[in-house]
């Protein structure tokens, strides 16, 4: 298994700002993904993020408002921008290197916007 | 369209009993089913898995599941329930459709167990 870190744990950031997100695992993984999870709720996937090529964003997410970079095998950023309250949330990485769907997760950034 | 149900919002159980969380699923073609538990504050930690073979799959921290094509069920079981399991629960399935190989996990709305002392 794969051990993941993010910075920051959690964050209170005031609306119209942005925020990057970053997520480091110890060992190389082919996939990233970047979900969002309402306290107690399920997850929601952003966007999967693979090295060298674009992140693949689900339906209702958009780059422009949450750019990710993928710079190498190790390491992904996801960036909230311009924030409002309702992008106040828990943001979790996740990374897999299975082609059975087997991914390990990060503690989480919880963002509060004010 | 493939999905993942988790029935029960809560499931309380008194320590020491057994513990079922259940899980059904809707999936094309062979089911990767997984299940992870999250801790207050933490993120979702892996418990098991079922790709192939055995239905019965052992997990992490005497975590259980049993695999029912039949019923397309993936329940989660514990034969005695700690009050440190107390947690949410989340079953997912691999996205068979996913573009491009991704395999993306489709998860369920996530059960609540409460274990009582």
């Known amino acids: 298994s794969a051990v993941i870190s993010q910075k920051p744990s959690r964050d209170i950031c005031q609306r119209g700002t942005s925020l990057t997100i970053q997520c480091q695992v110890d060992s190389q993984v082919t996939m990233m993904f970047w979900y969002r999870q309402q306290p107690g709720q399920s997850l929601t996937l952003i966007a999967t993020a693979n090295q060298g090529s674009e992140a693949t964003y689900e339906s209702g997410f958009v780059i422009d408002k949450f750019p990710i970079s993928r710079p190498n095998l190790t390491f992904s950023t996801l960036t909230v921008s311009n924030m409002s309250p309702e992008d106040s949330s828990i943001y979790l990485c996740?990374?897999?290197?299975?082609?059975?769907?087997?991914?390990?997760f990060g503690p989480g950034t919880r963002l509060t916007v004010t | 369209a493939q999905s993942v149900a988790q029935p029960e919002d809560q499931v309380n159980v008194a320590e020491g009993n057994p513990l079922t969380v259940k899980c059904t699923y809707s999936v094309s073609g062979n089911p990767y089913l997984f299940w992870y538990v999250q801790y207050p504050n933490r993120g979702l930690q892996f418990l098991l898995k079922y790709i192939t073979g055995d239905n019965l799959v052992k997990g992490s921290y005497g975590f259980e599941a049993e695999f029912n094509k039949s019923q397309t069920s993936f329940h989660l079981k514990k034969p005695s329930a700690l009050v440190s399991d107390s947690a949410l629960y989340f079953c997912?399935?691999?996205?068979?459709?996913?573009?491009?190989?991704?395999?993306?996990?489709?998860f369920g709305a996530g059960t609540r167990l409460a274990v009582h002392p």
């Open positions: 996740s990374a897999s290197n299975r082609g059975n769907g087997e991914q390990y």
């Open positions: 997912a399935v691999r996205d068979a459709l996913s573009a491009g190989g991704y395999n993306k996990l489709i």
